[in-house]
């Protein structure tokens, strides 16, 4: 018996792109069968083959089933461990039924999609359905429901060196999922996808292979060893197999080992696979005026980056971190940025508890911290397994801030800090108000110790007398000078 015009139709869409063969004719035969019967009803005429059954197509293509009923012109049902094979996929199920005028192939229960061209790229799920291209379809799709799980390799995986990244699979998880045209892939509904010991999550996800763009959106996130980032939507780009960039808009926020960041768009850029920069962006609300700065400038999100022990708000915020490891960060825009409470704080007034600078643009340069003299003794005191823990802690150096520059032409640079006493004079620190056009703070042990500023330089220096806390000083009369004497 020849089955002409039927199976031909019978084609499943790759993982990775639609079949080259989805408008070809082929003509298959039943090789294989314990049974075959008809019946006609009426103007129908039905086959109930039983089996197992196999057909054999010109073009290579086998299908098997366990029984099958073939409805003449309209359907093709296949009952009982289902297997479909071409050149570029196989399609297993435990029932799949074909309907011929609306070029609709049904697959249930068990469906394992693999495509043979993409390493072996797999979506097993409950139910699957693919509808041909045509005259009123312009690209085949396929869509999987009922939670399915893929495992998509990359498409040069097989190129990649052993024990290259290229070769891990990713691994996505969500309710739905839909494979359309060029192999464009989408994923609703709790989407979880993971990569090596990337994760990421999202409502929704879109991956472009051409554009190498994969789009998570709705509470997206993403979270590479002690990196996190969320958003309402975060693009990640590709270069080959490499993480070129990752974007997040809405609500920007990150956490990473040395920097936490909050703004309305973050970026970072990588090389190799390592981060290396970072930019954070503050977008206006959409109702400021132009005319009203002073009330845009109070109603307007800012972008706010954490460092160790600096708080940096601004329009923008540029973080360069060669190697992954932070080393800068610049903060462009009515720039602010704070040190943290430590112990210089105690007893001074909220005002002036903290070094802090501002002005158009602040800069802030990190170092990687110097080993406490006495580490190696107390580290040698722990036991065993604390000890081999200290050891992979010091895989990534501690960094510490080591210097401040904030730049204001015309005197808007500003900066207040504190200058510790002498340590034979014990009491509250000396209090330290510069104005210039640009100032250079140098930090060491957790202290400002030199301070250079430039322009026209103007400030007060308050020295404070035991059992108060400060007065207003002209040149000070005891105890260290204050480090911002120093101007040209």
Same mark, same amino acid.
């Given at each position: 018996?020849?089955?002409?015009? @039927?199976?031909?139709?019978?084609?499943?869409?790759?993982?990775?792109?639609?079949?080259?063969?989805?408008?070809?004719?082929?003509?298959?035969?039943?090789?294989?069968?314990?049974?075959?019967?008809?019946?006609?009803?009426?103007?129908?005429?039905?086959?109930?083959? @039983?089996?197992?059954?196999?057909?054999?197509?010109?073009?290579?293509?086998?299908?098997?089933?366990?029984?099958?009923?073939?409805?003449?012109?309209?359907?093709?049902?296949?009952?009982?461990?289902?297997?479909?094979?071409?050149?570029?996929?196989?399609?297993?199920?435990?029932?799949?039924?074909?309907?011929?005028?609306?070029?609709?192939?049904?697959?249930?229960?068990?469906?394992?999609?693999?495509?043979?061209?993409?390493?072996? @790229?797999?979506?097993?799920?409950?139910?699957?359905?693919?509808?041909?291209?045509?005259?009123?379809?312009?690209?085949?799709?396929?869509?999987?429901?009922?939670?399915?799980?893929?495992?998509?390799?990359?498409?040069?995986?097989?190129?990649?060196?052993?024990?290259?990244?290229?070769?891990?699979?990713?691994?996505?998880?969500?309710?739905?999922?839909?494979?359309?045209?060029?192999?464009?892939?989408?994923?609703?509904?709790?989407?979880?996808?993971?990569?090596?010991?990337?994760?990421?999550?999202?409502?929704?996800?879109?991956?472009?292979?051409?554009?190498?763009?994969?789009?998570?959106?709705?509470?997206?996130?993403?979270?590479?060893?002690?990196?996190?980032?969320?958003?309402?939507?975060?693009?990640?780009?590709?270069?080959?197999?490499?993480?070129?960039?990752?974007?997040?808009?809405?609500?920007?926020?990150?956490?990473?080992?040395?920097?936490?960041?909050?703004?309305?768009?973050?970026?970072?850029?990588?090389?190799?696979?390592?981060?290396?920069?970072?930019?954070?962006?503050?977008?206006?609300?959409?109702?400021?005026?132009?005319?009203?700065?002073?009330?845009?400038?109070?109603?307007?999100?800012?972008?706010?980056?954490?460092?160790?022990?600096?708080?940096?708000?601004?329009?923008?915020?540029?973080?360069?971190?060669?190697?992954?490891?932070?080393?800068?960060?610049?903060?462009?825009?009515?720039?602010?940025?704070?040190?943290?409470?430590?112990?210089?704080?105690?007893?001074?007034?909220?005002?002036?508890?903290?070094?802090?600078?501002?002005?158009?643009?602040?800069?802030?340069?990190?170092?990687?911290?110097?080993?406490?003299?006495?580490?190696?003794?107390?580290?040698?005191?722990?036991?065993?397994?604390?000890?081999?823990?200290?050891?992979?802690?010091?895989?990534?150096?501690?960094?510490?801030?080591?210097?401040?520059?904030?730049?204001?032409?015309?005197?808007?640079?500003?900066?207040?800090?504190?200058?510790?006493?002498?340590?034979?004079?014990?009491?509250?620190?000396?209090?330290?108000?510069?104005?210039?056009?640009?100032?250079?703070?140098?930090?060491?042990?957790?202290?400002?110790?030199?301070?250079?500023?430039?322009?026209?330089?103007?400030?007060?220096?308050?020295?404070?007398?035991?059992?108060?806390?400060?007065?207003?000083?002209?040149?000070?009369?005891?105890?260290?000078?204050?480090?911002?004497?120093? @101007?040209?």
């Amino acid at each position: 018996m020849t089955v002409r015009g @039927s199976l031909a139709l019978l084609v499943v869409v790759a993982l990775a792109a639609p079949a080259a063969a989805a408008g070809q004719a082929r003509d298959c035969e039943l090789v294989q069968a314990r049974k075959a019967r008809s019946i006609t009803s009426g103007n129908t005429e039905i086959w109930f083959i @039983s089996g197992p059954a196999e057909f054999a197509c010109t073009d290579s293509t086998v299908v098997r089933a366990d029984s099958a009923v073939l409805t003449r012109e309209t359907s093709l049902e296949l009952i009982g461990r289902v297997f479909y094979a071409d050149a570029e996929r196989t399609l297993e199920a435990d029932r799949a039924v074909y309907y011929m005028e609306a070029a609709r192939l049904v697959a249930q229960d068990n469906v394992v999609l693999t495509d043979l061209r993409q390493h072996g @790229s797999v979506i097993r799920g409950p139910r699957l359905t693919y509808e041909r291209a045509g005259p009123q379809r312009p690209e085949a799709r396929t869509i999987v429901t009922g939670r399915p799980h893929a495992t998509l390799y990359p498409r040069d995986a097989g190129e990649a060196a052993p024990g290259d990244s290229a070769e891990q699979p990713f691994d996505v998880d969500a309710d739905w999922m839909e494979i359309q045209g060029e192999g464009r892939f989408s994923a609703t509904g709790s989407v979880e996808i993971a990569r090596g010991e990337t994760r990421s999550g999202a409502h929704a996800a879109t991956f472009d292979p051409a554009a190498d763009l994969l789009v998570l959106t709705g509470e997206a996130w993403i979270r590479q060893e002690d990196l996190r980032l969320e958003g309402q939507s975060v693009e990640v780009r590709l270069e080959g197999e490499q993480l070129r960039g990752i974007i997040a808009r809405q609500d920007a926020h990150l956490e990473g080992r040395d920097l936490n960041v909050d703004a309305s768009t973050v970026r970072l850029e990588f090389a190799e696979g390592a981060l290396q920069r970072l930019i954070a962006v503050a977008t206006p609300p959409a109702d400021a005026s132009a005319a009203d700065t002073s009330a845009a400038s109070a109603g307007r999100a800012r972008a706010v980056a954490v460092a160790r022990e600096l708080r940096l708000v601004a329009d923008s915020i540029d973080a360069l971190a060669p190697g992954q490891e932070l080393r800068q960060l610049v903060a462009v825009g009515e720039a602010f940025a704070q040190r943290q409470l430590d112990s210089l704080s105690t007893g001074l007034p909220e005002l002036v508890a903290t070094d802090w600078v501002s002005g158009d643009t602040v800069h802030a340069y990190f170092t990687a911290a110097e080993p406490r003299p006495d580490s190696g003794a107390a580290v040698a005191a722990l036991p065993p397994d604390r000890s081999a823990q200290h050891a992979a802690g010091r895989d990534s150096a501690e960094i510490v801030l080591e210097r401040l520059v904030v730049v204001g032409p015309g005197g808007r640079a500003q900066a207040l800090y504190r200058v510790s006493r002498e340590r034979d004079e014990p009491g509250p620190p000396a209090i330290n108000y510069t104005v210039a056009d640009r100032i250079i703070l140098i930090l060491s042990e957790g202290e400002i110790k030199e301070a250079e500023a430039t322009g026209e330089v103007r400030g007060r220096y308050l020295e404070p007398v035991r059992g108060s806390v400060g007065r207003a000083a002209g040149p000070a009369s005891g105890g260290r000078q204050p480090p911002a004497a120093r @101007s040209r």
